[in-house]
């Protein structure tokens, strides 16, 4: 039997990735010991691999499919293909940004300011590449982590690190003074792999489904009876995906309306349903958007 060998990120993305993929229909079961994930689909295996190996593992055919952020393919240099964007951040559901930080009571200004000075960051190659190209000649050090620390301490002169909201950086006094990259997780295939009809398709059949969890989240579906003569009011107030959809009720003068709508808009539409004559309203959770 063919099996495609899917690499999941552990650490930060780890939870994520699993409840996203749940809500597309695979089950993933991690064990605290195991590298190697149980899922119930027996044409898939699932390895745990940090994200910022995983483009090389995808790259050299370890893995057939991986996810990532761009910033680790970009670091990596890797030549793979890029299936999908896949934003799934608990926090913001926005792209994370790696930023050039100092200690706010720095004179460090602008990026030529760095000429000569240390930055520490886990983004090596990537700032290196960055200021190289600008002929900014800086002294660029890996950092195993705590990398905020290491301006605090004096051990740098700037930090290359990666926010989402900038408030960590803050709260350890820091200000960002240049913005280098934009980043968000991407799913990502071996090239080989995409060659293969019976592996693009499967491939494809992942995709297709986490791109519809990914939209499914934050939306709900609500179902609802209206009388005739509220219809075209009803219809008015909903904010809609698509049309929604609209059924008469048997043998009555009342319709049953359906629609999905994000779920922010909910508690502030469902008192103007009532309002509006509406009854029986039905909110639902979906799992996936197609």
């Known amino acids: 039997m063919q099996k495609l060998k899917v690499g999941i990120p552990k650490g930060s993305l780890?939870?994520?990735?699993?409840?996203?993929?749940k809500k597309s229909g695979w089950k993933i079961s991690i064990s605290s010991?195991?590298?190697?994930?149980?899922?119930?689909?027996?044409?898939?295996?699932?390895?745990?691999?940090?994200?910022?190996?995983?483009?090389?593992?995808?790259?050299?055919?370890?893995l057939d499919l991986g996810l990532t952020g761009k910033d680790w393919i970009k670091e990596?240099?890797?030549?793979?293909?890029?299936?999908?964007?896949?934003?799934?951040?608990?926090?913001?559901?926005?792209p994370a940004h790696w930023v050039l930080a100092v200690m706010d009571n720095s004179p460090i200004r602008k990026l030529e300011d760095l000429q000569g000075k240390k930055i520490a960051t886990e983004l090596v190659n990537f700032t290196k590449d960055y200021f190289a190209e600008k002929n900014i000649?800086?002294?660029?050090?890996f950092s195993w982590g705590a990398t905020e620390a290491k301006v605090v301490e004096g051990l740098a002169d700037a930090i290359v690190e990666v926010t989402e909201t900038g408030s960590t950086i803050k709260a350890h006094g820091l200000r960002i003074i240049q913005d280098l990259m934009e980043t968000n997780t991407q799913l990502i295939a071996n090239k080989k792999a995409w060659e293969d009809s019976w592996k693009k398709e499967k491939i494809e059949q992942i995709s297709l489904l986490l791109k519809g969890a990914l939209k499914a989240d934050g939306m709900v579906g609500l179902k609802m009876n209206v009388p005739k003569e509220k219809l075209d009011?009803?219809?008015?107030?909903?904010?809609?995906?698509?049309?929604?959809?609209i059924a008469n009720l048997y043998q009555q003068d009342w319709f049953s309306i359906e629609t999905?709508?994000?779920?922010?808009?909910v508690r502030e539409l469902i008192p103007k349903l009532r309002k509006s004559g509406v009854?029986?309203?039905?909110?639902?959770?979906?799992?996936k958007v197609i």
Do not use: H, W
Not at 14 to 21: S, V
Not at 33 to 60: G, H, K, W
Not at 260 to 265: D, K, L, Y
């Open 233 to 245: 009011e009803v219809i008015k107030l909903l904010p809609s995906l698509t049309a929604p959809t």
């Open 76 to 94: 990596n240099d890797s030549d793979i293909v890029v299936v999908q964007d896949l934003i799934y951040s608990k926090v913001s559901r926005k």
């Open 137 to 141: 000649d800086v002294d660029v050090e």
């Open 33 to 62: 010991r195991n590298y190697f994930p149980d899922i119930d689909d027996e044409t898939l295996s699932c390895i745990l691999i940090r994200a910022q190996e995983m483009s090389r593992y995808v790259e050299d055919g370890t």
């Open 279 to 287: 009854e029986g309203i039905i909110e639902y959770s979906l799992n």
């Open 14 to 21: 780890e939870n994520a990735t699993i409840d996203l993929f």
């Open 260 to 265: 999905v709508i994000s779920e922010f808009t």
